[in-house]
C-alpha cells in the first residue's frame, strides 16, 4: 500500500516468529521510521502473534494515510498469555512500551480480532503521545485519549476488513452505553467530568463508547484526520487552543451540545440494538 507499511505477508512472517520468547519480529516500517517489535510469550499461539502483527501493520497504514505519518521512534509490544487476576484492562501502552494480554482474567483465549483491535489501540496511543510531545496524558481531557483510540481501532478496523458501513459505529457505541445504562450499576458522569484519568476506564465497555461517542461528535464532518491536528496542537501546551483549532468549537459549547445529543439521540431503542445483534449473528 502505497506510504503504508511493509511488514512480511502472513506466511513469511510465520516462519520468522519464533516460540521462544527471547526472539522478537521485526516489523519495518517505510512511512514511519518507527521499528516495531513483537515479543510473544511461548504458549501464545501463533494465530494470535499473526493477528497481532496485522493490527500493528493496519495501524501504522490508517495512521500514515490519516494523519500523515505513523509512529516514528522504536516500540515493543509485548504479547502475554497470562491475564493477571489483578489487571482489569486487556493491555496498556507505558511510553513506547505495548502489553496486550491473549487471554481474559479467567485465562480463556481472546479473539484474533480482539487482537488486531488492541493492537490498533495501543498504536494509537503511542502515535498520541509522539504528536502531542507527551502533552496527551498531561494536559488534554482522557475522554479525547480514550475515545479517540477506541474510535481510531473501530474505522481502521473496518476499513480493514469491510464488515459494517459507518453508521454502525453510532449503533455500536449508543448500544454499549445503553446497555450499561440499563444495568445501571451508576449512570456515567458527564462528558466534561472525565477529564482526569479515572471515570472512562471505571465505565467499562460503557464509559469507552460514552468517550468515543464524544470523539466522533468533536470530529464532526472534520473527519478522523483532526485528530492528528488536535494532538499537533496540543504540544504547544495548551488544551483548549488545540480543541478549537482541530474541531472548530470551544470545548464549553461542545460539552452543551454534546449533553444535549446524549440526552436526545441516545440511549437509542433497545430494538435497534437487538438487531444488531441478531445481524453480526448471521
Ligand atoms: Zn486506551
Known amino acids: 500500500m ?5 511488514i512480511a505477508d502472513p506466511q513469511s512472517a510465520l516462519t520468522v516468529l519464533n516460540p521462544v520468547r527471547t526472539h522478537v519480529t521485526l516489523l519495518k ?14 504458549a501464545v499461539p501463533v494465530h494470535a502473534r499473526l493477528s497481532t502483527l496485522d493490527g500493528l501493520s493496519v495501524a501504522q497504514n490508517y495512521f500514515a494515510t490519516t494523519f500523515g505519518v505513523g509512529v516514528q521512534r522504536p516500540v515493543r509490544i509485548d504479547l502475554r498469555a497470562y491475564h493477571p487476576d489483578d489487571v482489569d484492562f486487556g493491555g496498556f501502552t507505558a511510553n513506547h512500551h505495548i502489553v496486550i494480554y491473549a487471554s481474559s482474567q479467567r485465562g480463556v483465549p481472546v479473539s484474533d480480532y480482539y487482537l488486531r483491535r488492541a493492537a490498533i489501540h495501543e498504536l494509537f496511543h503511542v ?3 509522539e ?3 507527551g502533552a496527551d496524558l498531561a494536559i488534554g481531557p482522557n475522554w479525547l485519549v480514550e475515545g479517540g483510540a477506541r474510535l481510531v481501532e473501530d474505522i481502521a478496523s473496518v476499513q480493514s476488513v469491510p464488515i459494517q458501513s459507518a453508521p454502525y459505529q453510532d449503533t455500536y457505541f449508543g448500544c454499549a452505553l445503553l446497555n450499561e445504562e ?3 450499576r451508576r449512570p456515567l458522569p458527564p462528558l466534561s467530568a472525565m477529564h482526569y484519568y479515572g471515570p472512562v476506564e471505571e465505565g467499562g465497555n460503557a464509559g469507552y463508547a460514552l468517550a468515543a461517542l464524544g470523539a466522533k461528535r468533536a470530529i464532526g464532518a ?3 484526520a483532526a485528530l492528528g491536528v488536535y494532538y499537533r496542537e496540543l504540544a504547544h501546551g495548551d488544551w483548549q487552543a488545540a480543541f478549537v483549532r482541530a474541531f472548530g468549537v470551544e470545548p464549553e459549547a461542545f460539552y452543551k451540545d454534546f449533553a444535549r445529543a446524549r440526552a436526545n439521540d441516545w440511549p437509542i431503542a433497545l430494538a435497534d440494538c437487538n438487531t444488531e445483534r441478531d445481524d453480526d449473528e448471521d
Open 29 to 42: 516500517s517505510d512511512a514511519a521510521e518507527g521499528m516495531l517489535s513483537l515479543a510473544a510469550d511461548e
Open 131 to 133: 504528536l502531542s510531545g
Open 182 to 184: 440499563a444495568q445501571a
Open 2 to 6: 502505497q506510504g503504508g507499511t511493509d
Open 127 to 129: 502515535l498520541q503521545q
Open 222 to 224: 472534520h473527519g478522523p
